[in-house]
């Protein structure tokens, strides 16, 4: 397990190297320039080029990439061209938002799409199997960003329970401690802050884990279909087990890796693109950091946050790995 792990992190430096290459490369081919988003459409010539040559726009796009890497490996992400504030400090309090709200949406996933997934393989062709079949259907199919406007207007608009944007209500205060906002309002024990903190996450939580949640009751279904015509859950059922300890011991336990690659996959996608729900709910998490960077063609933000990503999006995948052993004590990962 050890030197699997050791593989995985040494197989991790390529991965991050050729992520670095990749969007530095991009972000240089769309069209703009990060000095007139700075300076504005008065801005002279001289002003420009003054700018440029500060922020070293001017130097060939090598030793730029070259100065890029060579802060990465020192721990230093640069500057924001636009606010001029560390972008080490304002990632540590972005990433903990689209981290929750990624927490709070995968738990809501999982726990509907394994459940529905499962009732729904063990009443095969039954009423509950087509409805929830057809509603993981729509919810795959449904664009996020036409879901979170549809649930403001009636949620918010209409209804008025719900509040519309943020993280937090105006004028209240809550005592930040990791900025996991939740766990800071536990902590800190302000019940007044985690209800208000829970509202707020409550929309954008399912807008965002809709798709996850339909991805995951469909895998289920299907890997649990297969795993109850295996002649060990016949067996289980003859000895006389009782029919929730064979679904849930026996037939899950064996359905699952399947769905566990799907729900590894999906959260490190939720993580990365979380562009569109965290825009539409004024979220202030990573994904809205890194679309408002690519407005303003703030280099160093969007190369930094995508690494970042880049690095979760692979732990994660190592966490899916080693949970296999769990699943299935007969998987080598040293093989």
């Known amino acids: 397990m050890l030197k699997y792990i050791i593989r995985r992190f040494l197989m991790l430096i390529p991965v991050l190297l050729g992520v670095t290459i990749l969007t530095f490369s991009l972000l240089h081919l769309i069209p703009g ?7 504005g459409e008065k801005a002279t010539e001289a002003q420009l080029e003054l700018l ?9 796009l090598i030793i730029q990439y070259g100065n890029f890497l060579g802060k990465i490996v020192q721990g230093d992400l640069g500057e924001s061209i636009q606010s001029k504030e560390d972008i080490v400090l304002e990632i ?15 738990i809501l996933a999982i726990t509907v799409g394994v459940l529905a997934g499962t009732i729904a393989a063990v009443k095969q062709y039954s009423w509950f199997d ?9 919810g795959v199919s449904l664009p996020i960003f036409w879901l979170g406007l549809m649930m403001i207007w009636f949620f918010s608009v209409q209804l008025n329970i719900l509040p519309p944007s943020g993280r937090l209500s105006t004028g209240l205060e809550l005592e930040t401690i990791t900025n996991f906002y939740l766990l800071d309002s536990i902590l800190t024990g302000n019940w007044i802050a985690f209800k208000d903190a829970f509202f707020h996450l409550l929309m954008p939580g399912i807008a965002l884990g809709t798709i996850p949640m ?24 003859a000895k006389g087990l009782k029919k929730h300890l064979v679904i849930f011991q026996h037939a899950l336990k064996n359905a699952f890796l399947p769905v566990l690659t799907v729900i590894g996959l999906q959260f490190g996608l939720l993580l990365g693109g979380a562009v569109l729900t965290e825009t539409i709910f004024s979220w202030p998490g990573v994904g809205r ?3 408002l960077a690519v407005l303003g063609r703030d280099y160093p933000i969007v190369q930094s946050t995508i690494l970042i990503i880049a690095i979760i999006f692979v732990l994660v995948n190592l966490i899916t790995d080693v949970l296999y052993k769990y699943f299935d004590p007969r998987i080598n990962l040293n093989s």
């Open 52 to 60: 440029r040559e500060e922020l070293g726009l001017n130097d060939p």
């Open 214 to 237: 339909a991805i995951i009751a469909r895998m289920t279904r299907s890997s649990m279909l297969e795993v109850m015509k295996q002649d060990y859950i016949r067996t289980a059922y």
């Open 289 to 291: 950091y890194v679309y």
């Open 33 to 39: 320039d990060p000095a007139r988003s700075m300076l």
């Open 92 to 106: 540590m309090v972005k990433l903990p938002a689209t981290v929750e709200l990624t927490i709070f949406a995968m």
């Open 130 to 138: 087509n409805i929830s079949m057809t509603g993981a259907l729509f």
